[in-house]
Nanobody, 116 residues
Framework: EVQLVESGGDMVQPGGSVRLSCVGSGFTLSTYDMNWVRQAPGKGPEWVSA????????NYADSVKGRFTISRDNAKNTVDLQMNSLKPEDAAVYYC?????????WGQGTQVTVSS
């Protein structure tokens, strides 16, 4: 059974930093692109970032480019998202996501609140 468990969500002030982590199990994480997706209250899901299996290729939404960094440790089956210079509009539930040809899998999400 594929499982993704996110952690690290926090409440921070604007300009602060948070590091999210996602641990995967039940599949060979090292062979998949991994994504972070967020959803703010009253809004639809927004793709945030992706990382290739080897970690050599990363992509970011324009809204987070230059502030967020995605990374992975395949030996530990983890994917992290370092978020710096946080803005109020970054507040959301952040989800780890992996897809194969048949399914898309999600964790339970972790809440990030940005407020002064």
């Amino acid at each position: 059974e594929v499982q993704l468990v996110e952690s690290g969500g926090d409440m921070v002030q604007p300009g602060g930093s948070v590091r999210l982590s996602c641990v995967g199990s039940g599949f060979t994480l090292s062979t998949y692109d991994m994504n972070w997706v967020r959803q703010a209250p009253g809004k639809g899901p927004e793709w945030v970032s992706a990382i290739a299996p080897g970690g050599g290729s990363t992509n970011y939404a324009d809204s987070v480019k230059g502030r967020f960094t995605i990374s992975r440790d395949n030996a530990k089956n983890t994917v992290d998202l370092q978020m710096n210079s946080l803005k109020p509009e970054d507040a959301a539930v952040y989800y780890c996501n992996v897809r194969n040809v048949l399914n898309s899998y999600w964790g339970q999400g972790t809440q990030v609140t940005v407020s002064s």
